[in-house]
Nanobody, 115 residues
Framework: QVQLVESGGGLVQPGGSLRLSCAAF????????MSWYRQAPGKERELVAV???????HYRDSAKGRFTISRDNDKNTVWLQMNSLEPEDTAVYYC?????????WGQGTQVTVSS
C-alpha cells in the first residue's frame, strides 16, 4: 500500500527556513519521480518542485533560488529545503507521486510564514 508521510512544517518568520520531509512506503521509491505541491487557503493546489529518478529537478518560478528538492533512495525520503520564506509561501505542503495510473498524496504539512 502506497503511503506518503510529510513532516517538518511549522510557523516561521519571513526570511526564515524550514525543511520538509516526506517518507515513502509501499512502492519502489527509486523508480518514481517525487513532487511537492502546496495549497493556500482559497487557492488551487500548485506544483512547487519535482525531482525525477535521475535527480533532475524542476521548480516553479517563485521557488527558484530559494527552495531545493532532494531525495535519498536508500532512505525512501524526499526533502524540500525552503529558505528566504515569504508570507506568500504560507500553505499546506503535500508530497506526491504517481505509481502506475494512480496519483498518491500525503496528508500535508502546514507552513505558515508570519511575523
Amino acid at each position: 500500500q502506497v503511503q506518503l508521510v510529510e513532516s517538518g512544517g511549522g510557523l516561521v518568520q519571513p526570511g526564515g527556513s524550514l525543511r520538509l520531509s516526506c517518507a515513502a512506503f509501499g512502492f519502489t521509491f527509486g523508480r518514481h519521480a517525487m513532487s511537492w505541491y502546496r495549497q493556500a487557503p482559497g487557492k488551487e493546489r500548485e506544483l512547487v518542485a519535482v525531482i525525477d529518478v535521475g535527480h533532475l529537478t524542476h521548480y516553479r518560478d517563485s521557488a527558484k533560488g530559494r527552495f531545493t528538492i532532494s531525495r535519498d533512495n536508500d532512505k525512501n525520503t524526499v526533502w524540500l529545503q525552503m529558505n528566504s520564506l515569504e508570507p506568500e509561501d504560507t500553505a499546506v505542503y503535500y508530497c506526491n507521486t504517481q505509481v502506475g495510473s494512480l496519483y498518491y498524496w500525503g496528508q500535508g504539512t502546514q507552513v505558515t510564514v508570519s511575523s
